[in-house]
């Protein structure tokens, strides 16, 4: 064991550990892995997973961690999440999507469904936390975005009208996009057409993500049937809770 794997180790025990779980168990199929994490254990892995989909080290996912977890501002929305209406992502939703824009460093990011602004705020730590890149953000209402905290608000831009209108004319301008959330309407139309409008815009490496994807619970998912549409040029798929990640790209 090389000696900074051990200092690691020591200093990561828990890390580690699931590390070393994750490899055991990973299971890889044909072109397109599937990480559905439902369980316990699966939460277990969700470190490791990351690392695998960037195809960096543990190290560097859990530093960002470590930056998510002294900036507090997960800690500070959890404690108003619970009140809003529709509901917004999950706490272990939102520190993966700020790890996984830490670990893109994208310049462009676009997302749907501003709400009260709990992924933005999350996406917005991650692109100061990097100090590039700028969230596009679309709602249908105005008056989103109200829990963004202001020393985030210069890397924010709100578009205000339906998702239908605005994406494909803001997709026009910026002609590409490193990073896209889905959180408006879950309808399988709805998903499946903004999937298909961004993906064109995106290219390797570049991460499509979208909130709800095991909606409807029984039948197919626009997110599943996405991934399986266009596997060719999709290098993994990430799962967990009701959270889905898709690498751009052909698989190594
Ligand atoms: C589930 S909430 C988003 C929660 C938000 N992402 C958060 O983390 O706080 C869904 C949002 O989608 C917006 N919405 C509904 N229809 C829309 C449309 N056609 N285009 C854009 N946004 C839409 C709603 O106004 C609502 O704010």
Do not use: A, C, Y
């Given at each position: 064991m090389k000696f900074e794997n051990l200092l690691f180790a020591l200093r990561y025990p828990l890390v580690t550990m699931e590390y070393v779980y994750g490899k055991y168990y990973k299971k890889k199929s044909d072109r397109l892995r599937w990480h559905?994490?439902?369980?316990k254990v699966a939460y277990l892995k969700t470190r490791s997973s990351l690392a695998e989909l960037f195809d960096c080290s543990l190290s560097m996912v859990s530093r960002a961690k470590d930056d998510l977890d002294s900036s507090r501002i997960l800690k500070e929305l959890s404690k108003i999440s619970h009140q809003a209406k529709p509901p917004p992502l999950s706490f272990a939703e939102m520190t993966i999507v700020y790890l996984t824009v830490r670990l893109l460093k994208p310049v462009i990011a676009i997302e749907t469904?501003?709400?009260?602004g709990f992924a933005s705020s999350a996406i917005l730590q991650a692109l100061e936390d990097n100090n590039m890149g700028i969230l596009y953000s679309i709602d249908?209402?105005?008056?989103?975005?109200?829990?963004?905290p202001q020393h985030l608000k210069h890397r924010f831009v709100q578009h205000i009208g339906s998702s239908k209108d605005m994406l494909p004319k803001l997709l026009k301008d910026l002609k590409k996009c490193n990073f896209f959330l889905h959180d408006s309407i879950h309808t399988y139309e709805y998903m499946m057409f903004e999937y298909e409008c961004v993906y064109p815009y995106m290219n390797e490496g570049d991460i499509l993500a979208s909130h709800n994807?095991?909606?409807?619970?029984?039948g197919k998912t626009a997110f599943e049937e996405f991934a399986r549409e266009n596997t060719n040029n999709i290098s993994s798929v990430f799962i967990y809770q009701n959270l889905g990640l898709m690498r751009i790209g052909q698989s190594h």
């Open positions: 559905l994490t439902r369980s469904g501003t709400g009260r249908i209402k105005h008056g989103s975005g109200d829990v963004i994807v095991k909606f409807p619970p029984k």
